[in-house]
């Protein structure tokens, strides 16, 4: 009976040993694959999770994503966010409201050598959304010169001022109306406005296209 009762609880063993080993190797496998991108053509926004060892956690602005090279988006950041700001190297920001920018992000901008170009647009809501055409075009202006690349576009949530801005560019860069829309819409999401889109699609880009488009969608 010993030796039955013996041999019994060594095969549980064994059994528990593979079963931990088989565990281990499935936590491997989930490792692997979770590290695998899956994300769709369009740029969404990022989300970078802090890591709590580091000495020094960076944390990007509400709605950043890269829009092309050298061009960035975002919602306004703050002084949690100027870490992370520098990683981007910025020599420029293009700020889309009309109120006046705040002491502490001018301070981040002088001490790292930013340029601040300020549009004010007015953030209404509809159906007394004002978009002003000439304003959009003269931001574009600085989008498109390179000197200003690493360059940071933002206004408040970075979803409708932000969102028209970078999809006016769209249509300079031949993108179709789909995918504009549809890009406005991953970072608006619920606040999405017909007016914003309406605005986008009778943009006429014809005055800019004798600038020259130094990022990777113009170079086909």
């Known amino acids: 009976m010993k030796e ?13 040993q593979q079963g931990s080993q088989q565990m281990c190797k499935t936590i491997q496998v989930v490792a692997t694959v979770d590290h695998v991108d899956m994300s769709p053509p369009v740029l969404s926004p990022v989300v970078v999770a802090a890591n709590a060892g580091d000495d020094l956690n960076l944390i990007p602005p509400l709605n950043f994503a ?9 919602g306004f950041p703050d002084s949690a966010n100027f870490s992370f700001l520098q990683t981007l190297n910025l020599r420029s ?27 004010g647009i007015e953030g209404y809501k509809e159906p007394f959304v004002n978009i002003p055409e000439d304003t959009i075009r003269e931001a574009l202006k600085v989008v498109l010169d390179a000197r200003n690349h690493p360059v940071l576009i933002h206004c408040k949530r970075g979803k409708h001022r932000t969102g028209c801005l970078v999809g ?12 504009v829309f549809d890009e406005y819409q991953r970072f608006a999401a619920a606040k999405a406005r017909v007016s914003d889109q309406r605005f986008m699609e009778l943009f006429d ?3 800019l296209k004798h600038l020259p488009m130094s990022f990777s969608c113009s170079k086909k």
Not at 66 to 74: K, W
Not at 99 to 106: G, M
Not at 168 to 179: D, F, T, V
């Open 4 to 16: 039955d009762t013996n041999t019994e609880l060594s095969q549980n063993q064994q059994q528990q």
């Open 168 to 179: 006016c560019l769209r249509k300079l860069q031949r993108w179709c109306l789909s995918s």
């Open 205 to 207: 880009v014809s005055s």
């Open 66 to 74: 890269m829009v092309d090279n050298g061009i960035f988006r975002s």
């Open 93 to 119: 920001i293009i700020y889309l409201c009309p109120e006046p920018y705040p002491e502490a992000n001018t301070e981040f901008l002088k001490s790292n050598g930013i340029r601040l170009f300020q549009f």
